[in-house]
């Protein structure tokens, strides 16, 4: 059943894990991974990779975040911060990115600066408004596992968590952190961090002059509704329940839709072994499940991006349960995992399907969505 659920893709180029990776239009952009300098451009449609450039040799590859600070249609801007154990070896750059796919040459052309253009698809050290270089973090903040986020009023604000319980506020227009906090967790390494749906809804409709940021995080047995008051400058943290399928995991790849958060794979720390389970965890309803459907092998340290336009999840890299890091990039249907993205007909199914009890509805959706099976309904309810 696995092997219908998730579609295998050309390989990578080369092995990694604890990869990076940007969603640009038909673009995954993957910047650098593990001890691997080395960025790539995975074109969608063509399903082919092709080399953008190599971090800096002086960057330590060993524990970094890349988020996307600017989307101009052709070109976006990359933020990639990090360091290797005990805070050492920190780096802090930024790439303006114009895809490799399109006639670089005729948007030089166009840009008509040939220094400026020279500029881009490579990391140069991120600064600020005077041209003195920032970097991002603390003498001791030890950034392996480190997971961030932008939002805010304006998405000036980097939120950072990190380990062992930190959570700090980075603000990219004075350059400078506005904000250091503890979070109620155990450890902070490896972990899920999102934003939820209502910060999208309310920066859209403007109903209110109160600036909330909320986020969510997961690690280990501690689950956190995290709410920032852009105003105040402070944090409130609730507590959220984990289930125990889960509670044992990290360095899983998560991927946020909507109210669910989708967790694949991971490390359980108690066995010392490697998990092939799918796990959601609603945000509506603070319910989890764990699927009966798996990933086809078990896989830690692996990353997932939601690709919105054409509904799929793809889940790059990782290693496996003998520990080594493995090239293996794939992807699956959100709405296997997400009923929330079926149709009329499917949500039917689902309320037969709970009547029904001989019904699989979790093979029934991987059927009805791989083979479009018209006459499906006839055959079992008949």
Not at 135 to 148: K, L, Q
Request: proline content about 2%; hydrophobic content about 35%.
């Amino acid at each position: 059943m696995s092997n219908q659920i998730f579609q295998t893709l050309k390989k990578l180029p080369i092995p990694l894990d604890e990869a990076q990776c940007v969603l640009h239009k038909y673009e995954l952009l993957i910047c650098g991974s593990c001890e691997q300098r080395a960025c790539y451009s995975y074109h969608k449609i063509k399903n082919k990779y092709k080399f953008i450039c190599d971090y800096p040799s002086t960057v330590a590859l060993d524990g970094h975040c890349v988020v996307k600070l600017v989307d101009n249609n052709n070109e976006i801007t990359l933020l990639s911060f990090g360091s290797s154990r005990d805070g050492k070896n920190k780096h802090t750059l930024v790439m303006k990115y114009i895809s490799v796919w399109s006639n670089i040459l005729a948007i030089s052309n166009k840009l008509n600066k040939s220094n400026e253009f020279n500029n881009y698809n490579q990391w140069i050290p991120f600064t600020d408004n005077h041209n003195h270089s920032i970097i991002i973090g603390r003498d001791n903040d030890d950034y392996r596992g480190v997971r961030a986020l932008i939002g805010g009023s304006n998405n000036h604000l980097l939120f950072i968590t990190y380990r062992s319980k930190n959570i700090s506020v980075f603000d990219l227009n004075t350059f400078q952190f506005i904000k250091h906090d503890t979070l109620l967790t155990n450890g902070t390494f490896y972990h899920c961090f999102v934003s939820k749906l209502e910060n999208v809804q309310e920066q859209e409709m403007m109903k209110t002059n109160k600036q909330n940021y909320q986020m969510l995080l997961f690690c280990d047995r501690a689950g956190l509704s995290i709410e920032y008051d852009e105003d105040n400058n402070i944090f409130q943290f609730h507590q959220l329940p984990v289930c125990d399928n889960i509670a044992s995991l990290f360095a899983y790849a998560y991927v946020c839709i909507n109210d669910v958060i989708l967790f694949f794979g991971g490390w359980n720390i108690n066995n010392i072994t490697v998990s092939k389970l799918v796990h959601k965890y609603s945000i509506r309803e603070n319910k989890w499940i764990t699927f009966e459907n798996t990933l086809p092998s078990p896989l830690n340290d692996c990353v997932a991006l939601l690709d919105e336009e054409d509904n799929n999840i793809h889940i790059i890299g990782g290693k496996n349960d003998k520990w080594t890091t493995v090239s293996t990039h794939m992807k699956t249907k959100m709405r296997i995992w997400d009923y929330s993205q079926l149709d009329g007909l499917m949500i039917l199914i689902k309320l037969l399907s709970n009547i029904v009890n001989e019904i699989n509805f979790e093979e029934f959706i991987v059927k009805y969505i791989n083979e479009n099976y018209v006459g499906i309904l006839y055959k079992i309810f008949a």
